[in-house]
């Protein structure tokens, strides 16, 4: 762990009002998963902001590529198969999955992303063994 790490200001960020709804979906479920890893602050909302709307984007794009396929047909003058060729959307869904995938990895949204994040742990609740100890009644036996 770095300890002259900075740290953000504590509490949760403020989901943009303009973010379309398939974006606001994934805030609104990647903010407590988030927050229980202990990973989010408030300054880190602009970043989330940015998956929200790849994440959107990439729907989309996986939306057309299942109602339409992968590729489309080139044809001749006479109506015949040439060729096929790959919608652009293909394209751009791959490309928009490799931005998403280095961002879940900053925010410690894969498994091998977590195995590199440090996050300090809340001191643990003394048990009743603890508390026995820590009254001073040992030392007053005897």
Request: some cysteine; hydrophobic content about 40%.
């Amino acid at each position: 762990m770095n300890a002259c790490e900075p740290k953000g200001p504590q509490g949760e960020p403020t989901c943009p009002a303009w973010l379309d709804a398939v974006a606001k979906e994934a805030w609104n479920q990647l903010i407590p998963m988030l927050s229980a890893m202990g990973v989010l602050t408030r300054i880190d909302g602009n970043a989330l902001v940015r998956y929200c709307r790849t994440w959107s984007r990439w729907r989309k794009a996986e939306a057309f590529i299942e109602q339409r396929g992968e590729v489309y047909p080139i044809k001749d003058e006479q109506g015949q198969i040439r060729c096929v060729q790959q919608w652009p959307q293909v394209a751009i869904a791959h490309k928009l999955a490799l931005t998403l995938l280095r961002m879940e990895q900053e925010f410690g949204m894969t498994p091998a992303a977590r195995t590199r994040i440090q996050v300090p742990l809340p001191p643990a609740e003394p048990d009743e063994f603890d508390k026995f100890l820590a009254s001073g009644v040992i030392g007053k036996i005897g």
